[in-house]
């Protein structure tokens, strides 16, 4: 809950502003029913002493072939490639246990950190998607960024 008190990671996900101990628990439900159902696998990003660097997941596709990963790094760890490693590892694995075929991430224009870490774990910027999902309210313009087996 306090990572999230941090403004840089509710303007780029859906991470509610102002983030309450009631949001979190909310979360933590949703998380388990989705991995329960074969969906979604969110992760914690820890260091050796199990501090909390931030947070990754992964969202199969409706067909179960494709993903869709996303992020938030907490604010002492950025810039230090843990978002470039997490996705990668991340990455690696769904290929190889999920049998995905393509994981897509999806950065704003304006969010030129996840468009670096992207680019730095091995993913080609295929386009821009011009109003492509509602978040908080408004219809949002992305990057797609891909990722194929054997490009990681």
Request: aromatic share 8%; with cysteine.
């Amino acid at each position: 809950m306090a990572a999230c008190q941090d403004p840089e990671i509710p303007k780029w996900t859906l991470v509610p502003e102002p983030y309450s101990e009631d949001d979190a628990r909310l979360w933590l439900a949703a998380q388990s029913a989705a991995r329960r159902g074969g969906r979604r696998v969110e992760l914690a990003i820890v260091d050796g002493d199990d501090r909390l660097l931030g947070s990754i997941a992964i969202a199969r596709s409706i067909d179960g072939r494709a993903g869709e990963v996303g992020y938030w790094i907490a604010r002492d760890a950025r810039r230090r490639g843990v978002a470039t490693r997490a996705v990668e590892l991340l990455s690696t694995w769904a290929f190889s246990e999920l049998g995905l075929e393509r994981i897509e991430l999806l950065a704003e224009p304006g969010n030129t950190a996840s468009q670096r870490v992207a680019e730095a774990a091995g993913f080609t910027k295929e386009r821009l998607l011009p109003a492509h999902r509602e978040q908080k309210g408004r219809m949002r313009d992305f990057f797609l960024y891909v990722l194929v087996p054997g490009s990681v």
